[in-house]
């Protein structure tokens, strides 16, 4: 459920130009498994990025929903494959634990929107730290 204030940067599946690497890769026997696993993202996998989250729903038959809050990422690491027009993205957790997404299209423009929202989230005030105040126990 979205919230009336959370605005969607980007909701779609993977990048086309993967399963196309990945079916040209299947001419030899040897990419025949990442053809496979290109299909099955391409078939069943789902990014939703927003201004405060990010859903990924994927697994076998798109099973499995994971949600991360914007602010439990402390960072993203991200390397470019198929010569550039895709990308990998790693989320690394406050607690340590990380979160894979494949097959991004434009993942540059998305690690800087994430990592923008990121910054807006940690500047504004935390209640938590202000001193001063009376609090009831």
Request: glycine share 8%.
């Amino acid at each position: 459920m979205i919230n009336m204030n959370e605005e969607t940067f980007y909701e779609g599946g993977p990048a086309k130009s993967d399963l196309a690497v990945n079916l040209i890769a299947a001419l030899t026997i040897l990419g025949l498994p990442f053809t496979f696993a290109a299909v099955v993202r391409s078939l069943w996998l789902r990014y939703k990025i927003t201004n405060k989250r990010i859903t990924i729903e994927g697994g076998w038959f798109g099973k499995n929903k994971t949600q991360v809050s914007l602010s439990n990422i402390v960072e993203i690491r991200s390397i470019p494959r198929g010569f550039g027009s895709y990308g990998d993205m790693v989320l690394i957790l406050n607690d340590g634990s990380k979160v894979e997404m494949k097959s991004l299209a434009l993942f540059r423009d998305k690690q800087k929107f994430i990592e923008e929202n990121m910054l807006k989230r940690t500047q504004t005030l935390n209640l938590n730290e202000v001193e001063g105040f009376a609090t009831k126990s």
